[in-house]
């Protein structure tokens, strides 16, 4: 068996004290029991007995302690890990929203140019409307509402995208926030319920 490091001890000795209930008290309390014990072979077996059942009981509530605050710090480990991955899953929704502000923005744009290009098409239509009626000016003109129709039908879906891409990153910003509160909720949660643990297990 290898040469037991610092760490080690610190950790076992952690492990021991538990809570902070008085385990390691107990421990130092339990091996000046078993030595006095050792060292006492004048008491009665019935005394001798007593006081074997007094240090079963007392590693007992040692082990006991023990084995709760491994399963405490096992839990919190995979807390730790639970929350690793919320705030992973958080940063890659805000890189999504980033990415839809930035093609939202990219959609503002090209609905501004079909503004401006319809505009231009009104002013040159006007303009066109006051020359004498011609076949060819009349086919000029149906062709030109046909293609201002289809501006306004992309100018249409362009809006209609841009409103929902606005929706769906209020909701996300809200969940987001909601998310954050949550978590704040469960850390003041946590540490509410250590400091309500504490006074239980001193009373043991």
């Known amino acids: 068996?290898?040469?037991?490091?610092?760490?080690?001890?610190?950790?076992?000795?952690?492990?021991?004290?538990?809570?902070?209930?008085?385990?390691?008290?107990?421990?130092?309390?339990?091996?000046?029991?078993?030595?006095?014990?050792?060292?006492?072979?004048?008491?009665?077996?019935?005394?001798?007995?007593?006081q074997y059942q007094r240090m079963v009981a007392t590693l007992a509530q040692c082990e006991f302690s023990m084995g709760k605050t491994l399963m405490v710090y096992d839990m919190n480990l995979r807390e730790m890990e639970n929350y690793e991955k919320i705030y992973a899953n958080i940063e890659q929704n805000i890189t999504s929203a980033h990415e839809k502000i930035t093609e939202c923005k990219k959609e503002i744009l090209r609905a501004k140019r079909?503004?401006?290009?319809?505009q231009?098409?009104?002013?040159?239509?006007?303009?066109?409307?006051?020359?004498?009626?011609?076949?060819?000016?009349?086919?000029?003109?149906?062709?030109?509402?046909k293609e201002l129709q289809q501006l306004s039908h992309i100018k249409e879906n362009v809006d209609a995208k841009l409103e929902l891409r606005k929706k769906q990153f209020h909701v996300l910003l809200t969940t987001i926030q909601e998310l954050q509160q949550t978590l704040e909720n469960d850390e003041k949660s946590d540490s509410d319920d250590h400091s309500q643990e504490s006074p239980m297990e001193n009373g043991d």
């Open 1 to 50: 068996m290898g040469a037991v490091t610092d760490d080690e001890v610190i950790r076992k000795r952690l492990l021991i004290d538990g809570d902070g209930a008085g385990d390691d008290r107990r421990i130092n309390l339990l091996l000046k029991s078993f030595t006095k014990w050792c060292n006492s072979p004048s008491g009665t077996l019935e005394e001798g007995f007593t």
């Open 114 to 118: 079909i503004r401006k290009n319809r």
């Open 120 to 145: 231009e098409y009104d002013a040159l239509a006007k303009v066109i409307q006051q020359h004498p009626d011609r076949h060819e000016t009349l086919q000029q003109l149906e062709a030109l509402d």
